[in-house]
């Protein structure tokens, strides 16, 4: 299922991939992420978008599928658009209200937390982040970064 861009535009280049719920995969997903990194996206974009990839895809694994079976799969797209790339993260797991997280959380860099980080990361690399629960059951992590 594909959310879309508030515009008609089409996208330059778009791919998606389908793994399972395993950590060992995250070789795999940045593997193919690296057909993005050309432009338009420049290469700081591309290695922030690499960093938010690898957070989301990690995320779904140790928190969204902690208590799933491993052959719960994660859906993974991205769409490069002329000013932008997009990228969607789909779990299975048990939904979360990332703006409350992200609100609750020091605005400063705790060094000593024990989680969190990573969702902080991604909110300072993104233009765009959102987490929202879609009809058939699946979440949705949403990055947009402007390039």
């Not at 861009?5 to 593997?31: G, M, N, Y």
């Not at 960093?51 to 993974?76: K, M, P, W, Y």
């Amino acid at each position: 299922m594909t959310i879309f861009r508030a515009s008609t535009l089409k996208p330059l280049h778009q791919a998606f991939l389908q793994v399972s719920t395993d950590l060992d995969a995250l070789a795999q997903v940045l593997e193919w992420f690296d057909q993005f990194n050309h432009p338009p996206i420049h290469s700081q974009a591309w290695m922030q978008c690499q960093l938010a990839v690898a957070e989301g895809f990690t995320n779904a694994v140790r928190h969204a599928h902690r208590n799933l079976s491993a052959e719960t799969l994660i859906d993974l797209e991205v769409q490069v658009f002329e000013d932008s790339i997009e990228i969607r993260i789909w779990d299975q797991g048990a939904s979360f209200d990332l703006e409350k997280r992200l609100k609750d959380m020091p605005p400063e860099w705790d060094t000593e937390a024990e989680g969190g980080r990573g969702l902080r990361l991604m909110q300072r690399i993104s233009d765009t982040l959102s987490y929202s629960r879609l009809p058939d059951g699946r979440n949705c992590l949403s990055i947009i970064k402007k390039v």
